[in-house]
T-cell receptor, first 114, second 107 residues
Framework: DAGITQSPRYKITETGRQVTLMCHQTWSHSYMFWYRQDLGHGLRLIYYSAAADITDKGEVPDGYVVSRSKTENFPLTLESATRSQTSVYFC?????????????FGPGTRLTVL | DAKTTQPPSMDCAEGRAANLPCNHSTISGNEYVYWYRQIHSQGPQYIIHGLKNNETNEMASLIITEDRKSSTLILPHATLRDTAVYYCIVSGGKLIFGQGTELSVKP
């Protein structure tokens, strides 16, 4: 199916474990983004990528690692999960740029770190 | 460093127009006004954006004042499925989501 998908949709893990959240888009959009959403903070940008092998930090990158070996995939890894990383994570993509373009969001991954 | 101000909540009767206001008095000349919405437990959804002219698409209309210091998103015939949080975003760098307006469409 065309669009942007995220997996898993729900994940429970323990403190200190490594977790990878997957994001896949079928539009061949150049830009991809990772956000987290917490009560009281709205959506905050974690990392973004302008193209394959090009990534950059957003507002809250600490504790996260990203990679973009293929245009369509943009995985987000928590190398050693902490309770403060319990959140809902959204992936998005856009055709042109970070500032003046329309972003299309995935359905989200709800992550709980115990 | 919020660039926009929106009322925290609004109600609208089903079938009536929903008019959601947004103040962005510090907007710069090259910044666009974007509107997104987020239905409960879903990812944000793009609605519309504009620079200075009014815009309309199949979902909504965007009215931007001449001085660009405020705008209004209009949902012409609100339905129960339009119940969501609506975000007004001034974009000249990255999309920064504030708290938005929680719109409740009631039967």
């Amino acid at each position: 199916d065309a669009g942007i998908t995220q997996s898993p949709r729900y994940k429970i893990t323990e403190t200190g474990r490594q977790v990878t959240l997957m994001c896949h888009q079928t539009w061949s959009h150049s830009y991809m983004f990772w956000y987290r959403q917490d009560l009281g903070h709205g959506l905050r940008l974690i990392y973004y990528s302008a193209a394959a092998d090009i990534t950059d930090k957003g507002e809250v990158p600490d504790g996260y690692v990203v990679s973009r070996s293929k245009t369509e995939n943009f995985p987000l890894t928590l190398e050693s999960a902490t309770r403060s990383q319990t959140s809902v994570y959204f992936c998005a993509s856009s055709e042109v740029g970070v500032s003046t373009d329309t972003q299309y969001f995935g359905p989200g991954t709800r992550l709980t770190v115990l | 460093d919020a660039k926009t101000t929106q009322p925290p909540s609004m109600d609208c009767a089903e079938g009536r127009a929903a008019n959601l206001p947004c103040n962005h008095s510090t907007i710069s000349g090259n910044e666009y006004v974007y509107w997104y919405r987020q239905i409960h437990s879903q990812g944000p959804q793009y609605i519309i954006h504009g620079l200075k002219n009014n815009e309309t698409n199949e979902m909504a209309s965007l009215i931007i004042t001449e001085d660009r210091k405020s705008s209004t998103l209009i949902l012409p015939h609100a339905t129960l499925r339009d119940t969501a949080v609506y975000y007004c975003i001034v974009s000249g760098g990255k999309l920064i989501f504030g708290q938005g307006t929680e719109l409740s469409v009631k039967p």
